[in-house]
T-cell receptor
Framework: EADIYQTPRYLVIGTGKKITLECSQTMGHDKMYWYQQDPGMELHLIHY???????EKGDLSSESTVSRIRTEHFPLTLESARPSHTSQYLCASSDWAREDEQYFGPGTRLTVT | GDSVTQMEGPVTLSEEAFLTINCTYT??????LFWYVQYPGEGLQLLLKATKADDKGSNKGFEATYRKETTSFHLEKGSVQVSDSAVYFC??????????????FGGGTRLMVKP
């Protein structure tokens, strides 16, 4: 059973607000990822991290930022939310021994009005 | 670059029907291949994997065979259940590509199984 958590599960927020989506894992995994999932279900990698103090941008350009101060925690922040940010955000993690087997959190569904 | 193409859905089947979801890939190296499943309201879960040509991955009655000659990794199940209703993602990782072991996902195929 994967132990990766995301909060909140659902968020409705107005344009211009600053938001942080939380992601935590208790498996001690070094690698963590953020994906954006559009309504057509396609997944886009927006950020990833190899470990503490490491952050990289993914394939899809995103206005969000991430930080990795602790191994278990990989929050995603939007400084000023816009309707175009409305989407499902999925966090995942993996360890170095099996880095292509990713464990996913349940997701945060964000709606910006 | 690497890419994964899977059949568009939704795929609608009656319970106990045979399932095939097609997946083909393009890769520069020697990828590992995966099927992930996403049940409603949840994140993705690894369903099965195969790491080299002719390997067969299997789990929960699902199976897929790594076919290098046709660059395919089709998902099959002999008798689907209502509880199999979900979105299925084919994916690859290619340690020889610039992306290293990052996963490249297909667009997902929604399966709906009716009682």
């Amino acid at each position: 059973e994967a132990d990766i958590y995301q909060t909140p599960r659902y968020l409705v927020i107005g344009t211009g607000k600053k938001i942080t989506l939380e992601c935590s894992q208790t498996m001690g995994h070094d690698k963590m990822y953020w994906y954006q999932q559009d309504p057509g279900m396609e997944l886009h990698l927006i950020h990833y991290s190899y470990g503490v103090n490491s952050t990289e941008k993914g394939d899809l350009s995103s206005e969000s930022t991430v930080s990795r101060i602790r191994t278990e925690h990989f929050p995603l922040t939007l400084e000023s939310a816009r309707p175009s940010h409305t989407s499902q955000y999925l966090c995942a993690s993996s360890d170095w021994a099996r880095e292509d087997e990713q464990y996913f959190g349940p997701g945060t569904r964000l709606t910006v009005t | 670059g690497d890419s994964v193409t899977q059949m568009e859905g939704p795929v609608t089947l009656s319970e106990e029907a045979f399932l095939t979801i097609n997946c083909t890939y393009t890769a520069t190296g020697y990828p590992s291949l995966f099927w992930y499943v996403q049940y409603p309201g949840e994140g993705l879960q690894l369903l099965l994997k195969a790491t080299k040509a002719d390997d067969k991955g299997s789990n929960k009655g699902f199976e897929a065979t790594y076919r290098k000659e046709t660059t395919s990794f089709h998902l099959e199940k002999g008798s689907v259940q209502v509880s199999d209703s979900a979105v299925y993602f084919c994916a690859l990782s290619d340690r020889h590509s610039n992306a290293g072991n990052m996963l490249t996902f297909g667009g997902g195929t929604r399966l709906m199984v009716k009682p």
